[in-house]
């Protein structure tokens, strides 16, 4: 197999171009066919008002040593693709069936895994499933009334599923481990698109179908799935694990996967309990921050702004000399801030969109470095404990809504009574508040040298 990098075409060509471009590279006539794959597909905005598609692709022709002898582009080399491989499955028997708690990504490719291996586990949610849970968190974000077993952060596929299903990773991938987690999103229902593409999502609103086709499929090769049932304790006896203990029965087993995701603070309780080894970790927290997409599309593509690009994402990073860093994260190109509330009288943000990416909003968290110094304590579950001191205080803000104010406003200390150019796009009741006093005055700071650094980047970014 042959790998191409750097394959340009300008924006507005296809892939009619790109087979003819190969054939070039390769210095091909006419009579020889080939096929090929699309490996990586990423935008090239960088000599605005020109854009180039960007490709790496995989070749397969007749005789490809002999091909490649004959050119002379460094961009072209023989490859052999790997393919993931999961451990070969060991002999002994297990006393009973492995368990997982959680059905987020974790728990899902862990009973993927562990199903196609021959093993039959059994999967325990706490919340519903994803058809009941979408119902449960539309009611939410329409009345406010919060379901604390079942909202944005709790049920089947887990917080990503309402948010945007990202899927891109920065983590280098010798195994093909990141491909092998792409292709099975396809193979239940994810577009194929996401294969290639350089900062590849789903949507919501396929996502959720497609965690579905996959819990069925588990089902029918022997998996068992009992939502609505929280693991509620360990039975540890002599150092070992014996038991699982949910809402409602005991479940014999030796081998538990936690795959708890980031909210269910109550378990991690319940493990501190239990001494299950657990440390601290420094994190981010701040505000999610909307701009109109169209000045976001603008600001990234030049002149180039329409139909024929898709919504422009950014990332943005700065540090101060107070050793703070501020950046932006899990940025939602067209897309909306959502309630993503899981605990009563705590109020916390996310970001989502769909497919199409097409609502009038972008936004994403731009967030302020912590440390255990902000927190206190040298436990493992200080962090969580300041996380809950935030949220109440956001909460007593809105009063269980979403607190919002014009970024020129935050700066001069005062609520905002209206918006300025444009409204914003979001899931869920809103009002208008005062959030300085949120974070620490140093971190404050902090947030608001970001915002007019990141404005050096992107024209308008800190607009009042």
Not at 78 to 90: D, H, I
Not at 103 to 132: C, D
Not at 338 to 354: K, Q
Request: some cysteine.
């Amino acid at each position: 197999m042959l790998k191409i990098n750097q394959i340009k075409l300008p924006v507005g060509q296809n892939e009619q171009h790109l087979e003819k471009k190969i054939r070039k590279i390769l210095n091909l006539p006419k009579t020889e066919s080939f096929t090929y794959e699309i490996i990586k597909k990423s935008l090239d905005a960088r000599k605005k008002p020109e854009l180039f598609y960007v490709y790496t692709v995989h070749v397969t022709v007749h005789n490809e040593s002999k091909v490649k002898k004959k050119i002379h582009p460094s961009s072209v080399s023989v490859v052999t693709e790997s393919e993931y491989q999961f451990p070969v499955a060991g002999k002994e028997n297990l006393s009973a069936r492995p368990v997982i708690v959680g059905a987020g990504p974790a728990g899902l490719f862990a009973a993927y895994q562990l199903t196609e291996a021959g093993y039959l586990p059994l999967v325990l949610e706490r919340g519903k499933k994803v058809q009941e849970r979408q119902k449960d968190v539309e009611q939410f974000w329409q009345t406010g009334r919060l379901l604390p077993e079942s909202n944005v952060q709790f049920g089947e596929g887990g917080a990503g599923t309402l948010s945007d299903g990202k899927l891109n990773s920065v983590v280098k991938d010798p195994t093909g481990r990141n491909r092998y987690v792409l292709r099975t999103f396809v193979k239940f229902g994810a577009p194929s698109e996401i294969l290639y593409d350089n900062k590849p999502h789903i949507g919501t609103d396929i996502l959720s179908k497609v965690i579905a086709n996959m819990r069925t499929y588990l089902e029918a090769k022997g998996a068992t799935f009992l939502f609505e049932n929280q693991m509620t304790d360990l039975v540890i006896e002599k150092g070992r694990l014996k038991a699982i203990v949910t809402e409602k029965e005991t479940i014999p087993t030796d081998v538990v996967i936690l795959a708890l995701g980031h909210s269910a603070r109550d378990t991690f309780e319940m493990l501190e309990q239990k001494a299950i080894p657990m440390e601290a970790k420094n994190f981010a927290v701040g505000f999610r921050v909307e701009h109109p997409q169209k000045m976001i599309d603008q600001a990234m593509y030049g002149e180039w702004t329409g139909p024929k690009l898709p919504a422009a994402p950014y990332k943005v990073t700065s540090n101060f000399p107070n050793g703070r860093g501020v950046y932006s994260f899990c940025m939602c190109p067209g897309g909306y801030v959502v309630n993503a509330s899981s605990e009563p009288e705590r109020t916390c943000v996310n970001g989502m969109s769909y497919s199409g990416r097409n609502a009038a909003n972008a936004n994403s968290a731009i967030i302020v470095s912590v440390t255990k110094d902000d927190f206190g304590g040298e436990d493992a579950l200080a962090g969580m404990r300041y996380q809950r001191m935030l949220e109440h205080k956001n909460y007593m803000l809105g009063n269980g809504k979403i607190p919002q104010q014009l970024f020129g406003d935050y700066c001069q200390n005062v609520e905002s009574s209206a918006y300025g150019a444009y409204a914003s796009e979001t899931k869920g009741q809103t009002v208008f508040s005062n959030l300085r006093g949120l974070m620490s005055n140093e971190m404050e700071q902090s947030f608001m040298q970001g915002m007019a650094h990141f404005a050096k980047i992107v024209t308008g970014f800190d607009r009042a």
